[in-house]
């Protein structure tokens, strides 16, 4: 019998596993040996991939020109949530399953969002450099208005979007939210008050928390006119993807006194250069894409993700599916 191929690549699945002994092991259960794919020529890299039964992969671009390169691969599991250097369509046509990890962080990434907003209104950043330079000055933060009251504005109300309403609950905000893709019953279940456009969110929310994929769609969807609608005390908290909004943008508001503040936990490009502009604004916190982490989500990750592979290269269908299409063509 054959022995298959698991490749994996992308920085951040070496930056997240120092040692890769799991995921080795759990090779072994497809009767497969795990290549790990750590240079940056694209030549070389479609040349692993060629014979690729499975590709594990963190941020790495998969495209067009590297699917068709493929000649067996029968699973590509995007190591994280989100799957928007995948091209899916691409990879339907050629009869590979792409799958994702959606659970394995929503109750840290919801309380990282919850922290970020916390921080940015009670102005830890200020209060901190006051302290660490020797000073003892609240005066340094006002004004600062009490959160009781206040509407949070949830775009995107997914599994994290859901999580993060049931973390305000004792804060007594009140949640809004908006996503044009479910029901009225959701959110008449979550005790969510619906917002149909997003524009009605950005007029009323004092605080704005971003939980939605990178779609074409989303791309830049928090831009110059959204900020301008933004009430000038209010919060922008990102935990999502960096691209869902326009970095210069959200610098000028910040600057001008547009919006009172930001938690940012993503940037749109990462990591960022020691020159960008956003890293000196001092009414925002940035925090280096580690809203995911905790021990258990990191173990929850690697575990999920891999049993996904042996179960599609061992004949079984994944339990997450981003493109279920690909079963009805084959």
């Given amino acids: 019998m054959r022995e298959k191929k698991i490749v994996t690549a992308g920085d951040r699945v070496y930056l997240k596993f120092f040692d890769l002994d799991f995921f080795h092991e759990k090779a072994k259960e497809a009767n497969a040996r795990l290549v790990p794919f750590k240079d940056f020529d694209e030549g070389k890299f479609k040349q692993e991939i060629s014979d690729a039964d499975a590709i594990v992969v963190i ?3 998969l495209q067009k020109d590297h699917l068709q390169a493929m000649t067996c691969c029968k699973i590509i599991l995007a190591l994280e949530v989100g799957y928007d250097f995948i091209d899916v369509a691409a990879a339907t046509e050629k009869g590979i ?5 959606p659970t394995y962080g929503t109750e840290q990434v919801a309380l990282h969002a919850l922290s970020l907003i916390l921080a940015c209104q009670r102005e830890l950043k200020t209060l901190m450099a006051e302290t660490s330079a020797g000073g003892w000055n609240y005066n ?4 600062l208005w009490e959160l009781k009251g206040k509407k949070l504005g949830i775009i995107g109300l997914g599994r994290i979007g859901r999580n993060l309403v049931k973390k305000v609950q004792g804060l007594e905000v009140e949640p809004i939210a908006y996503d044009p893709y479910l029901s009225d019953d959701i959110f008449q279940m979550l005790g969510v008050k619906r917002c149909y456009d997003l524009e009605d969110l950005l007029d ?3 605080i704005i928390s971003l939980h939605v994929p990178l779609t ?3 791309h830049h969807m928090i831009g ?3 900020l301008a609608r933004m009430k000038n005390r209010a919060i922008l908290v990102n ?3 960096g691209k869902v909004i326009d970095g210069p943008a959200l610098f000028k508001a910040l600057n001008d006194g547009q919006i009172a503040g930001a938690g940012l936990d993503v940037l749109e490009k990462e990591p960022p250069d020691p020159e960008e502009p956003l890293l000196n604004c001092k009414n925002l916190i940035v925090t280096p894409h580690a809203a995911w982490y905790s021990e258990e989500s990191l173990d929850r990750l690697k575990n999920f993700g891999m049993d996904e592979v042996v179960r599609v290269l061992n004949g079984k269908r994944p339990r997450f599916v981003v493109n279920p299409e690909v079963f009805f063509q084959r």
């Fill in 204 to 206: 009323a929310a004092d």
């Fill in 216 to 218: 074409p769609e989303t």
């Fill in 239 to 241: 935990t999502c993807r």
């Fill in 97 to 101: 399953v792409v799958s994702n990890v």
């Fill in 224 to 226: 110059e006119r959204e």
């Fill in 140 to 143: 340094v933060c006002k004004p």
């Fill in 59 to 61: 941020d790495r671009p």
